[in-house]
């Protein structure tokens, strides 16, 4: 695809927060003393990005801040790149869920859409926000070599919106801790293709 010069995103979800495991959601839990290490040791002493993006939650943030200040690269806090709001289920773990109901988790893993925690937010709507911040983000930063720090879901969302995936598929994708995935995103005059290069790797 010829044209203008590709747009290189790394999507990179934050270490582990305090407080370990859970559904954390929209909880502004700030990284672990090990979430700063796998944090730092996923970026190494490079810092090959043009910009850095980030959610506003702390355990984005502070590193990603942390990395614009030592490097010299602009930040930009973007609101809509939030993690999921788990509704009911924020701050409670795995087995306490299932401890209430076994197949609570299963029915949600396979269908978000119909079995989402009560109040939480709605996937399309979830959908729509991340999708709007990435259309802003790869026409804004065009040509450049962007860092996104952010949650699981939201690379969950992204890595499925490239892949035109089914929505209720989602969270069949796995997302580790301080692991990165990239896109590519190549544009003529006729539209925009976006490719992901590797998921839930490292640099």
């Given at each position: 695809?010829?044209?203008?010069?590709?747009?290189?995103?790394?999507?990179?979800?934050?270490?582990?927060?305090?407080?370990?495991?859970?559904?954390?959601?929209q909880l502004d839990d700030p990284l672990?003393?090990?979430?700063?290490?796998?944090?730092?040791?996923?970026?190494?002493?490079d810092c090959p990005w043009d910009v850095i993006v980030t959610s506003p939650l702390a355990r984005c943030a502070?590193?990603?801040?942390?990395?614009?200040?030592?490097?010299?690269?602009?930040?930009?806090?973007?609101?809509?790149?939030?993690?999921?709001g788990f509704g009911a289920w924020?701050?409670?773990t795995a087995a306490e869920l299932l401890s209430e109901d076994p197949e609570r988790l299963t029915r949600?893993?396979?269908?978000?859409v119909r079995h989402r925690p009560p109040g939480?937010?709605?996937?399309?709507?979830?959908?729509?926000?991340?999708?709007?911040?990435?259309?802003?983000?790869?026409?804004?930063?065009?040509?450049?070599r962007v860092l996104v720090v952010c949650h699981a879901g939201v690379i969950r969302m992204l890595v499925r919106h490239v892949l035109d995936m089914p929505l209720e598929?989602?969270?069949?994708?796995?997302v580790p801790s301080a692991s990165l995935s990239r896109v590519i995103v190549e544009r003529n005059g006729t539209g925009v293709l976006p490719r992901l290069l590797f998921h839930a790797g490292r640099l």
């Open positions: 695809m010829s044209g203008a010069a590709p747009t290189l995103v790394d999507l990179l979800r934050h270490g582990e927060p305090v407080g370990g495991k859970k559904y954390r959601g672990s003393e090990l979430g700063w290490q796998e944090m730092r040791e996923a970026v190494g002493s502070a590193f990603a801040r942390e990395l614009s200040l030592s490097h010299g690269r602009p930040l930009v806090l973007e609101p809509r790149l939030k993690e999921i924020e701050g409670r949600f893993w396979s269908d978000p939480a937010e709605p996937l399309p709507a979830f959908r729509d926000r991340v999708v709007l911040a990435w259309d802003e983000i790869i026409s804004r930063h065009s040509g450049k598929r989602l969270f069949r994708l796995h």
